[in-house]
């Protein structure tokens, strides 16, 4: 498993995520998906699922999360914090075995676990990726035979899962600036890549929900510059109505590869939890970084989600 210690980031601008209006596109549960909402989808790059998960099935993510935080081995590929950490660790006593701030890499693979207690480590746990064949409840929210088929009807064909991510953003926890997911995969432009993000609790501007510009994928890739992260220029954001993405434990939002989003920092004392897996079509063949960087802009090689 990789252990990253990402580097702390400047605070974005406030104005930056105005809300100029709330996620309209949503349908009441899976039921509600039929030709309109596809439209609606294509149209707008976005579409919310109210209810997509079960409350059983939200708790038992949610506490599979939560033990993953706790673990010394969370059985994942990566996991990656925050990057206050560092400053965190100068100014309390660590623990003995862990990694002492002196040899940290920031941005980089770390040397193992930071030198905390477990519960201390765990607030500033970022992210985990690649974790499905470990952890059944986390792979259920993934494989739901209803979001397959609705992200098969989206892509034109049989769609496979390719990336899996858990997103915890921590109390006042750092923006994932405007980008398009797209901009990060070695996939031909034309290819539907469909991104799905799962809230497990209830999610809102002042805790880091998503905000998207909606209508922004039909555009098609829009250069990507090496700033706060591998990101948009704050101007792309200018002339879009920035809708915010309100959400409810169990509610899933779809998006397209292409469509602008991002999301602020978390103002609250409180962590952010959600799920996002992308799906891409079955017949879907790599390309290399020639393709991407060409698109997307040259600062982007080797970078990661």
Same mark, same amino acid.
């Given at each position: 498993?990789?252990?990253?210690? #990402?580097?702390? !980031?400047?605070?974005?601008?406030?104005?930056? @995520?105005?809300?100029?209006?709330?996620?309209?596109?949503?349908?009441?549960?899976?039921? %509600?998906?039929?030709?309109?909402?596809?439209?609606? @989808?294509?149209?707008?790059?976005?579409?919310?699922?109210?209810?997509?998960?079960?409350?059983?099935?939200?708790?038992?993510?949610?506490?599979?999360?939560?033990?993953?935080?706790?673990? +010394?081995?969370?059985?994942? %590929?990566?996991?990656?914090?925050?990057? =206050?950490?560092?400053?965190?660790?100068?100014?309390?006593?660590?623990?003995?075995?862990?990694?002492?701030? =002196?040899?940290? =890499?920031?941005?980089?693979? %770390?040397?193992?676990?930071?030198?905390?207690?477990?519960?201390?480590?765990? &607030?500033?746990?970022?992210?985990?990726?690649?974790?499905?064949?470990? $952890?059944?409840?986390?792979?259920?929210?993934?494989?739901?035979?209803?979001?397959?088929?609705?992200?098969?009807?989206?892509?034109?064909?049989?769609?496979?899962?390719?990336?899996?991510?858990?997103?915890?953003?921590?109390? $006042?926890?750092?923006?994932?600036?405007?980008?398009?997911?797209?901009?990060?995969?070695?996939?031909?432009?034309?290819?539907?890549? !469909?991104?799905?993000?799962?809230?497990?609790?209830?999610? &809102?501007? #002042?805790?880091?929900?998503?905000?998207?510009?909606?209508?922004?994928?039909?555009?098609?890739?829009?250069?990507?510059?090496? &700033?706060?992260?591998?990101?948009?220029?704050?101007?792309?954001?200018?002339?879009?109505?920035?809708?915010?993405?309100?959400?409810?434990?169990?509610?899933?939002?779809?998006?397209? %590869?292409?469509?602008? $989003?991002?999301?602020?920092?978390?103002?609250? +004392?409180?962590?952010?939890?959600?799920?996002?897996?992308? @799906?891409?079509?079955?017949?879907?063949?790599?390309?290399?970084? !020639?393709?991407?960087?060409?698109?997307?802009?040259?600062?982007?090689?080797?970078?990661?989600?």
């Amino acid at each position: 498993m990789k252990v990253i210690y #990402e580097p702390e !980031i400047a605070s974005h601008a406030p104005e930056l @995520y105005r809300v100029d209006a709330l996620a309209q596109n949503a349908i009441s549960g899976w039921d %509600g998906f039929d030709a309109e909402a596809q439209a609606r @989808y294509e149209a707008d790059g976005y579409l919310v699922v109210r209810g997509a998960l079960s409350a059983e099935q939200v708790l038992a993510a949610q506490k599979e999360l939560h033990a993953m935080t706790l673990a +010394d081995d969370p059985h994942c %590929g990566s996991m990656a914090y925050e990057g =206050s950490l560092p400053e965190h660790l100068r100014r309390v006593e660590v623990q003995p075995g862990g990694t002492p701030v =002196s040899q940290f =890499s920031l941005g980089q693979d %770390g040397a193992g676990q930071p030198a905390l207690a477990a519960e201390e480590r765990a &607030r500033f746990v970022r992210k985990f990726m690649d974790f499905t064949a470990q $952890h059944p409840p986390l792979a259920e929210a993934a494989q739901l035979p209803e979001l397959l088929s609705v992200v098969k009807a989206l892509g034109g064909e049989p769609m496979q899962l390719f990336q899996e991510m858990a997103l915890l953003k921590p109390p $006042h926890g750092r923006e994932k600036p405007w980008h398009q997911d797209h901009a990060y995969f070695n996939f031909p432009l034309t290819t539907k890549i !469909i991104g799905v993000w799962i809230a497990l609790e209830a999610v &809102r501007p #002042e805790n880091g929900c998503m905000f998207v510009l909606a209508g922004g994928h039909l555009s098609g890739p829009r250069t990507h510059f090496m &700033r706060r992260d591998w990101q948009l220029c704050d101007t792309e954001a200018e002339g879009f109505v920035r809708t915010a993405v309100p959400m409810q434990a169990g509610d899933l939002l779809l998006f397209d %590869g292409k469509l602008p $989003h991002g999301t602020p920092i978390n103002q609250t +004392d409180e962590t952010r939890w959600a799920l996002q897996y992308h @799906y891409l079509p079955s017949s879907a063949v790599k390309t290399d970084d !020639i393709v991407r960087l060409a698109a997307f802009g040259a600062d982007g090689k080797d970078v990661s989600c």
